[in-house]
């Protein structure tokens, strides 16, 4: 019997992506509720509950309500997209490139956190780098990024979307996160292995789905003799035989006058860039990725997949 799958918020941003992409897939049976139905917490509690897998892509409240409705059903697995549960050592951080082990330890989970869209690049960057040594106890980390305004979900979409609306944002980009305190903070510095927060800056542009995540370094204040050269060999060393996320030849990215937020969008891959000059002592590390794609929904089915087939 194929495993059924219950998307929990399968018409809000995330949910509807991750419907989009297990379209074709008769490996796996999908439950649904009618629209209408999507907060009836009666429906919900029962779907949830026949589900193998079940997969949350719901705002943190309604997640952590859902999650209590499963507690104590162990035949049901959770996938879940929120923030609530990312740095909770009792759940499997979904981010299957991260370390060596990563992939197996969600194979095996019952609960997997889904990776923030943002942590997702900024730990695809800085990880291996302190795995390797490389960035040393106490550097001042920094993470700039722009995301598309889906990342924002059904209300910031209708706030770009829709020019009669109350809160209608005209802004071409915008920051915003100005206090410091974005809610992705904590998951970057856990699963960064960083004893240090970084400062966040995030912004988003005036396109709907793509990413660009910079953590520039100064190189003299990194471990002894480190060069652009040995930090992409150090990211290569770390995803070598991985075809999700990649990184970028140097010859490649010497050569690129630009980087294009949107050139990922529609895909579930992230590509990793180390810009710079030889011999010069800054580099820019770069993540790019579609914030819908490796960003949530395609990292959620990359998941459930490798949960499948445990
Ligand atoms: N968009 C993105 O790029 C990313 C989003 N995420 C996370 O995924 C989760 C979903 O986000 P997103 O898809 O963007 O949000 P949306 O607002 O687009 O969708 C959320 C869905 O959940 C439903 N919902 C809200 N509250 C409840 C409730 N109490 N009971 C049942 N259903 C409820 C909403 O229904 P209604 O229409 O009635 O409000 C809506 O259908 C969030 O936790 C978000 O942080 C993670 C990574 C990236
Ligand atoms: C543009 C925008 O608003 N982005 C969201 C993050 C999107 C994401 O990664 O989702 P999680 O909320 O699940 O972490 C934000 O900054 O809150």
């Excluded at 029962?46 to 892509?57: G, T």
């Excluded at 990776?115 to 960035?135: E, F, K, N, S, V």
């Amino acid at each position: 019997m194929a495993p059924k799958i219950f998307i929990d918020g399968e018409h809000g941003t995330t949910g509807l992506q991750i419907r989009t992409r297990m379209a074709g897939r008769h490996d796996v049976e999908l439950l649904s509720i009618p629209e209408a139905e999507r907060r009836n917490a009666a429906m919900r509690e029962d779907m949830l509950n026949s589900a193998d897998i079940a997969i949350l892509c719901l705002p943190d409240d309604a997640s952590k309500e859902a999650v209590q409705m499963v507690s104590a059903n162990n035949n049901v697995r959770v996938i879940d997209t929120s923030t609530a549960f990312r740095v909770n050592p009792g759940w499997a951080y979904g981010f299957a490139e991260m370390d060596g082990a990563q992939a197996d330890r969600i194979r095996a989970a019952r609960f997997v956190a889904n990776p923030g869209c943002y942590p997702t690049g900024a730990i695809g960057l800085i990880r291996p780098l302190r795995a390797a040594g490389i960035l040393p106890d106490g550097y001042p980390i920094t993470v700039n990024a722009v995301s598309g305004y889906t990342g924002g979900g059904k209300q910031m979409i209708a706030q770009m979307e829709n020019p009669d609306h109350p809160d209608a944002i005209t802004a071409p980009h915008f920051l915003y996160g100005l206090p410091l305190t974005h809610k992705h903070v904590p998951e970057m510095t856990v699963h960064g292995l960083l004893d240090r927060a970084p400062i966040f800056s995030p912004s988003v542009g005036k396109f709907a789905q793509g990413m660009i995540v910079q953590v520039p370094l100064h190189l003299d204040d990194l471990a002894e003799g480190t060069t652009m050269e040995s930090i992409h060999a150090a990211l290569v060393a770390h995803y070598a035989g991985q075809d999700i996320v990649s990184v970028v030849p140097l010859a490649e990215s010497n050569a690129l006058p630009r980087v294009n937020a949107v050139e990922l969008e529609g895909k579930d891959t992230m590509k990793l860039f180390v810009f710079g000059t030889s011999g010069a002592s800054q580099v820019n590390l770069v993540a790019l990725l579609d914030n819908l794609g490796k960003g949530a929904s395609g990292a959620a089915v990359q998941n459930m997949d490798l949960m499948l087939a445990s």
